[in-house]
């Protein structure tokens, strides 16, 4: 039986890129209710993003770019939404 894969969307800009490698590492998500991304603060997910920026990163980007991408992404991404209410 023949089987595809979806393919994933374009990707327009460097920091959409980051966003989707770290979603699809498991290192971010999004809130639910507000769509707020959040840092899982999984560094086995961080360091599986890392890998992928390091491996593939998107066509004319050198890897230390990518690299930089990612990492700026995550630090720019807290553990809360500030929309949801304090537990």
Known sequence: MLMT???RPAI???RGWAISVL???GAIRECEKHGWM???ADPH???RAFDVARRDPPAGISVALAVAEVRDVLDSIGDTC???PPE
């Open 5 to 7: 894969k979806d393919r």
């Open 12 to 14: 327009k800009t460097l």
């Open 23 to 25: 979603q699809e590492a």
């Open 38 to 40: 959040q840092d899982r």
């Open 45 to 47: 997910a961080r360091e």
């Open 82 to 84: 500030p929309e949801c």
